[in-house]
């Protein structure tokens, strides 16, 4: 249900287009009505001007008409961005140009890529890396599984 608390001066109208339906709408307050969703798409624009439906004030297109406000639109963004947001797997994205960023920014530092044998794995046969456990003979193909099967299997030490 969406809650609609309308205008003091368009109360009485919403009411009555309210208990107009064959089932008529229920209040959930002194002020509130509940309207079905189904329903909500048919209310007039004119009973929602200046309404709070759940929790928000209803921003009509007739009121922005009548008091000259634009209407919303897509945020602008610079045009050195647009079309390069989409990444390619295992294709790196462009370096974002420095223009792209506001001037109170603060740019993050880029970590170094780890290599092979940093995080205690080490290069097997097909490309890829093994952990081995320290305790016993056994591999795993992340170092997640070594951890988890150290914390299970040893847990005498």
Same mark, same amino acid.
């Given at each position: 249900?969406?809650?609609?608390?309308?205008?003091?001066?368009?109360?009485?109208?919403?009411?009555?287009?309210?208990?107009?339906?064959?089932?008529?709408?229920?209040?959930?307050?002194?002020?509130?009505?509940?309207?079905?969703?189904?329903?909500?798409?048919?209310?007039?624009?004119?009973?929602?001007?200046?309404?709070?439906?759940?929790?928000?004030?209803?921003?009509? !297109? /007739?009121?922005?008409?009548?008091?000259?406000?634009? &209407? @919303?639109?897509? $945020?602008?963004? =610079?045009?050195?961005?647009?079309? *390069?947001?989409?990444?390619?797997?295992?294709? !790196? /994205?462009?370096?974002?140009?420095?223009?792209?960023? &506001? @001037?109170?920014? $603060?740019?993050? =530092?880029?970590?170094?890529?780890? *290599?092979?044998?940093?995080?205690?794995?080490? !290069?097997?046969?097909?490309?890829?890396?093994?952990?081995?456990?320290?305790?016993?003979?056994?591999?795993?193909?992340?170092?997640?599984?070594?951890?988890?099967?150290?914390?299970?299997?040893?847990?005498?030490?």
């Amino acid at each position: 249900m969406i809650h609609v608390r309308p205008a003091s001066e368009r109360r009485r109208d919403f009411a009555r287009w309210a208990t107009g339906h064959t089932v008529k709408l229920r209040t959930v307050g002194p002020d509130v009505f509940a309207v079905p969703p189904h329903l909500f798409v048919d209310v007039p624009e004119e009973l929602l001007i200046g309404a709070i439906v759940d929790g928000h004030r209803y921003r009509s !297109p /007739l009121e922005d008409e009548a008091t000259g406000t634009p &209407p @919303p639109g897509p $945020v602008d963004q =610079p045009d050195v961005l647009v079309g *390069e947001l989409v990444g390619v797997p295992g294709v !790196p /994205l462009p370096p974002v140009p420095d223009a792209a960023y &506001p @001037p109170d920014a $603060v740019l993050l =530092p880029v970590a170094p890529a780890a *290599e092979p044998g940093q995080d205690g794995s080490t !290069p097997d046969s097909s490309g890829g890396n093994t952990f081995a456990c320290d305790r016993c003979p056994r591999t795993f193909t992340t170092a997640r599984g070594r951890d988890t099967h150290r914390r299970q299997a040893h847990t005498e030490d």
